[in-house]
């Protein structure tokens, strides 16, 4: 391994300009003449708008336009989804438009249906408060359970009942004999929690319009503006492809929430042409609550149906989902050997604002289902719940789970074994007598979690209902000099790409890794690619680079015989050197780059000057990323706080291009996922008015809420795609909603126990349970 | 905006500006908009995450929730001026890096001013729990403060050997 190459924990690259305030965020970026939008948005859960009166706010000082829905309609296309999922009965899901400005009525408070174009911001926002709307407030319904009842407020017309789809998966029949057989059934009602995925960067875009060639420019917080412009241009029908340009610079943070192509950044674009200027607009934090697609929102029936020695059976779960369902039940299966499973899952539309990805989007509702149960189930049993959770392993591979997908490779008895060991567990009976000497009541949980990343072949996701292919795309660009630019479709915000992307090529080529650079979030620099999410730029982006730069050097190899004056087979390129084998003849990477440019020692009938090469990767499967967290707590007994005082994490990533940033990925997913079980939550009232609307009424983990962590690894490599990479992205905010509320409840002796499980939670289920006295 | 404008004048970075600004202009707007200063970050509007932390006066505050006109002859330091832009960064700047205290990079300039802010009021010796209680005020949404709280305590300590803390 050299100091930068793949396996070393190099500094980033990247981090100069954030640490000196010289990144260049959207909102850092100010076009010439820019105006500012600002967006009208409903105050109402449901309601019919019967008039909207613009002419006040036109008239306020500074105002170039006040646009509503009528004035778009007919003029640009409809925001899209980008699944189709059809329901078990073969009809395809029931999907409402969804226009970039509502018209007609508004379903969740904060749908956007009018926008003030002014001179400032201020001005703005000062018009926008002069629109007279007359609205028919409507009843509402933000509960996905009430929303299908009969005499539901209807939401959507073509949606009766708001179900979108009744879908499923599995064998109902074979699951239901083998619960029959069953010597234990262990049952659990869930509710994943309503996130908001609150990157700290506010959503923001720019858009500008240049009459004289007809195109466009979009700057704007996405994390993968490739796809922006595809669905900008072909869907929303705003330009031509080639019409449109889509810059993502700097991202603060994404975690699925700026995957989505949302109204703000397709007005801003159509309202640059409509008032000639280009227009700015960035989302308050408050807008942020009420704008930015929301996370998880699962109610779930499970039951585990396990053999007198608890080896399992069969699953199955019936989830109903607050509109999302993502790739949740084809992971069912967890680690573990289940011969049987069975889901079916109900999409639902309420008036709350839209459910999209979030960070795990769908495994970390998977893990949470299969690792209560399994908790559960060994407490039922009285079995260890690490022995319960070993004894069903699946050991071989490739393996071929009841839903649909197949894992790899794994070994996810290392993974425990050794987190096991580094959490201590032979010593956790004495901690816990220790702890309730303090009259604290001490609890451990696991959580063996898997997912699948590195998203995603194309057919496969095709079969599944995606719009797109999940390929990554990945360009070498050498310079005369020798030094190299990688264009890569990914984005990073936050990920490091900049640096790890480098490390590769550095490691390959042989070359510094200061002679590299990173190009990406630019729809004119980069030609195509699908961006980040699901742990895919490293299993994917990165194997995509690999394949482009097998390219360069075959075709360097070329060069460099014609340099050496050798046959091309006799060609070998090590350590940044091409030499002709058995001699001492050899070129160095810069000559080689160099004479590929002046090209004066071939004719350009025999090899083609230059030295450039792109690729396409379409990986063969997912990947499967899995390991186990362990997570120990205290509780205080009279005021019930939680305080987690040891997390082991022990994660199977594969080959990891760059420790220190994978170590980093899992703490922040660890937090996130700390977060769903501990603090936070969308509340929504009865009238749809969403309560936690602030970060002053949501609770963001804060650094004192966090303990530090002990990361580790064990590595079984990926055979699925060339570098043997799994990705890291998600796995802590999909182990550790689990392992958390595993360990609150061994200290606590009760399975009742909703997310999150606040104080508040934890003092209420402690008031039924008979572990007071013990610890008193 | 009500068209009328105030003059104010501060000291930022070493510097003496003069701005008329609108009597709401935000201190953090002033140095964002005004002065083009884009290191500091707004992430919020209840004065919660801490991206927009500067220095006034030796003490730090959140930008964001202060008026411009408040400031007269006040002297601020935001984060493009915690080391000259081509000499040697700041320890605290330097630590952030060597410890990974960074990922998107939104937050990290209000974590580095609260973090020199923290070594200035508690010393260069700061154990784990001291620093996660002064971290109270700044949301990372990416690290999980693991490395963020690593890096303050390397920070700290380095800071002690170049003098930074008098800066």
């Known amino acids: 391994m050299s100091a930068t190459g793949i396996g070393a924990a190099v500094r980033r690259k990247e981090d100069h300009?954030?640490?000196?305030?010289?990144?260049?965020?959207?909102?850092?970026?100010?076009?010439?003449?820019?105006?500012?939008?600002?967006?009208?948005?409903?105050?109402?859960?449901?309601?019919?708008?019967?008039?909207?009166?613009?002419?006040?706010?036109a008239q306020m000082p500074g105002v170039l336009a006040v646009l509503t829905g009528?004035?778009?309609?007919?003029?640009?296309?409809?925001?899209?989804?980008?699944?189709?999922?059809?329901?078990?009965?073969?009809?395809?899901?029931?999907?409402a438009p969804r226009p970039a400005l509502a018209t007609g009525k508004v379903c969740h408070v904060g749908d956007p249906f009018a926008v003030v174009i002014a001179e400032t911001l201020a001005q703005a926002r000062d018009a926008a408060e002069k629109i007279a709307v007359d609205y028919e407030v409507l009843p509402a319904v933000a509960d996905p359970a009430a929303a299908q009842k009969p005499g539901a407020p209807q939401i959507h017309d073509v949606a009766p009942n708001n179900t979108i789809y009744q879908w499923h998966l599995g064998d109902a029949k074979g699951v239901d004999a083998a619960f029959r057989s069953a010597e234990q059934v262990t049952k659990l009602n869930i509710v994943n929690n309503r996130l908001v995925p609150n990157a700290l960067e506010p959503r923001a875009a720019i858009g500008d319009y240049d009459s004289g060639t007809g195109s466009f420019t979009l700057?704007?917080?996405?994390?993968?503006?490739?796809?922006?412009?595809?669905?900008?241009?072909?869907?929303?029908?705003?330009?031509?492809?080639h019409k449109l340009r889509v810059i993502a610079p700097d991202v603060g943070g994404g975690f699925g929430s700026k995957i989505f192509i949302y109204p703000e950044e397709v007005v801003a674009l159509w309202a640059s042409k409509r008032v000639g200027r280009p227009v700015k607009w960035v989302a308050d934090r408050s807008e942020s609550f009420l704008a930015d697609a929301h996370g998880r929102d699962h109610v779930t029936h499970a039951e585990m149906a396990f053999d007198a020695d608890g080896k399992?059976?069969?699953?199955?779960?019936?989830?109903?989902a607050n509109l999302g369902a993502y790739l949740y039940a084809t992971l069912l299966s967890g680690q573990y050997e289940i011969p049987q499973i069975y889901c079916e899952v109900d999409a639902v539309y309420t008036n709350t604002v839209p459910v999209d990805a979030y960070r795990g989007a769908g495994r970390p509702e998977a893990t949470f289902v299969v690792e209560r149960l399994m908790e559960v189930g060994a407490r039922e049993m009285a079995q260890d719940p690490a022995e319960l959770r070993r004894k069903n392993f699946i050991k071989t591979f490739p393996h071929q789970t009841p839903v649909i997908m197949t894992y790899d490779t794994g070994d996810y008895g290392a993974s425990l074994k050794k987190a096991m060991e580094l959490a201590d567990c032979k010593g956790f009976g004495k901690r816990k007598r220790e702890s309730a000497r303090h009259g604290k009541l001490r609890g451990i949980g696991f959580s063996s979690y898997i997912e699948a990343c590195g998203i995603a072949p194309s057919q496969a996701v095709g079969s599944l209902g995606a719009g797109l292919g999940l390929w990554e795309s990945a360009e070498v660009r050498v310079n005369p000099t020798g030094s190299v630019e990688i264009l890569t479709g990914c984005h990073t915000h936050g990920q490091g790409h900049e640096t790890t992307f480098a490390q590769l090529a550095s490691e390959r080529l042989g070359i510094p890794?200061?002679?590299?650079?990173?190009?990406?979030?630019?729809?004119?620099?980069?030609?195509?690619?699908?961006?980040?999410?699901?742990?895919?730029?490293?299993?994917?982006?990165?194997?995509?680079?690999?394949?482009?730069?097998?390219?360069?050097?075959?075709?360097?190899?070329?060069?460099?015989?014609?340099?050496?004056?050798?046959?091309?087979?006799?060609?070998?390129?090590?350590?940044?050197?091409?030499?002709?084998?058995?001699?001492?003849?050899?070129?160095?990477?810069?000559?080689?780059?160099?004479?590929?440019?002046?090209?004066?020692?071939?004719?350009?009938?025999?090899?083609?000057?230059?030295?450039?090469?792109?690729?396409?990767?379409?990986?063969?499967?997912?990947?499967?990323?899995?390991?186990?967290?362990?997570?120990?707590?205290?509780?205080?007994?009279?005021?019930?706080?939680?305080?987690?005082?040891?997390?082991?994490?022990?994660?199977?990533?594969g080959i990891v291009v760059n420790p220190m940033i994978v170590e980093g990925q899992v703490h922040g997913g660890v937090a996130q996922g700390v977060g769903q079980a501990l603090y936070e939550g969308a509340v929504y009232d009865e009238d749809g008015q969403l309560v936690t609307g602030s970060f002053m009424d949501y609770a963001m983990p804060r650094a004192d809420h966090l303990p530090s962590m002990t990361v580790d690894t064990t590595v079984t490599r990926c055979p699925s795609n060339p570098l043997g990479i799994k990705g890291c992205g998600e796995a802590g905010a999909i182990a550790a909603p689990a392992a958390v509320i595993n360990a609150i409840t061994d200290a606590i002796g009760t399975e009742e126990l909703a997310m999150p499980a606040t104080a508040q939670a934890v003092w209420a289920a402690l008031q039924k349970s008979n572990r007071i006295p013990e610890a008193a | 905006m009500a068209g009328e404008t105030a003059a104010v004048s501060m000291t930022v970075n070493g510097k003496s500006i003069n701005a008329n600004v609108d009597p709401r202009t935000l201190l953090v707007q002033l140095l964002r908009e005004n002065l083009r200063l884009t290191g500091t970050h707004v992430g919020c509007d209840t004065s919660q995450c801490g991206?927009?932390?500067?220095?006034?006066?030796?003490?730090?505050?959140?930008?964001?929730?202060?008026l411009a006109l408040q400031l007269e002859g006040a002297d601020v330091l935001t984060i493009e001026g915690l080391a000259a832009p081509d000499g040697p960064l700041h320890p605290m700047q330097e630590a952030f890096r060597e410890n990974h205290g960074l990922q998107c990079g939104y937050c990290t300039p209000g974590m580095i001013m609260t973090a020199v802010d923290i070594v200035r009021r508690k010393g260069h010796d700061l154990d784990d729990r001291t620093i996660r209680e002064e971290l109270e005020g700044n949301i990372c949404r990416c690290t999980g403060y693991h490395n963020i709280v690593k890096a303050i305590a390397a920070g700290g300590r380095a800071m002690r050997g170049n003098g930074s803390a008098a800066k």
């Open chain 1, 17 to 57: 300009r954030f640490i000196t305030g010289t990144g260049h965020y959207t909102d850092d970026i100010n076009r010439p003449g820019q105006a500012y939008a600002y967006f009208l948005r409903s105050p109402h859960a449901h309601a019919a708008i019967k008039s909207i009166d613009v002419k006040p706010a």
């Open chain 1, 70 to 95: 009528a004035d778009l309609a007919d003029k640009i296309g409809n925001l899209i989804c980008g699944w189709m999922i059809h329901s078990k009965d073969g009809t395809p899901m029931k999907m």
């Open chain 1, 219 to 241: 700057w704007n917080t996405t994390q993968n503006p490739h796809v922006a412009r595809l669905v900008i241009a072909a869907f929303v029908g705003m330009a031509p492809e």
């Open chain 1, 312 to 320: 399992i059976l069969a699953l199955r779960a019936k989830t109903v």
């Open chain 1, 513 to 653: 890794i200061d002679n590299v650079s990173i190009v990406h979030g630019d729809t004119d620099k980069v030609q195509f690619g699908m961006g980040t999410y699901g742990s895919r730029s490293g299993a994917v982006g990165m194997s995509a680079l690999a394949k482009a730069l097998d390219k360069i050097e075959a075709k360097a190899k070329k060069v460099a015989a014609y340099m050496l004056e050798a046959a091309e087979g006799d060609i070998e390129f090590k350590d940044g050197k091409f030499s002709v084998a058995g001699t001492d003849k050899s070129a160095a990477w810069g000559d080689v780059a160099l004479n590929a440019y002046i090209a004066h020692k071939f004719s350009g009938q025999e090899l083609e000057p230059g030295l450039k090469e792109g690729a396409f990767y379409d990986p063969m499967n997912f990947t499967f990323p899995a390991g186990c967290h362990i997570c120990e707590v205290e509780v205080d007994t009279e005021t019930g706080n939680t305080e987690i005082v040891a997390w082991t994490a022990v994660d199977d990533f």
């Open chain 2, 51 to 66: 991206a927009c932390v500067v220095h006034v006066n030796r003490k730090a505050i959140k930008s964001c929730t202060v």
